[in-house]
Nanobody, 116 residues
Framework: QVQLVESGGGLVQPGGSLRLSCRAS????????MAWYRRAPGKDGELVAA???????SYPDSVKGRFTIARDDAENTVYLQMDNLKPEDTAVYFC??????????WGQGTQVTVTA
């Protein structure tokens, strides 16, 4: 079974930046789709970035222009670059990859806290 290991979360001031990484234990070359989600305390989970295929990306209005999803097949890693962070971005962030062989696989989550 493939595993996803996330890193890069932490504490940052408003206006700051973080880059989350999600490294897979197997090749991501033939994956079907990739995405990042977040879950804040007391709130439902939210999709914050998606790579439905190799050429398209999608973002909700809440993060559009501030977050960027990208993949590096050589590193078997998907990234989430987060700029101009706001307190409302505070949440646990999860990566999700849809593999042809293993279906939906989730990372363990990484905490992002934005506070002055």
């Amino acid at each position: 079974q493939v595993q996803l290991v996330e890193s890069g979360g932490g504490l940052v001031q408003p206006g700051g930046s973080l880059r989350l990484s999600c490294r897979a234990s197997a090749s991501i070359y033939n994956t079907l789709a990739m995405a990042w989600y977040r879950r804040a305390p007391g709130k439902d989970g939210e999709l914050v970035a998606a790579l439905p295929n190799r050429s398209d990306t999608s973002y909700p209005d809440s993060v559009k222009g501030r977050f960027t999803i990208a993949r590096d097949d050589a590193e078997n890693t998907v990234y989430l670059q987060m700029d101009n962070l706001k307190p409302e971005d505070t949440a646990v962030y999860f990566c999700n990859i849809k593999f042809q062989n293993w279906g939906d696989v989730w990372g363990q989550g990484t905490q992002v806290t934005v506070t002055a």
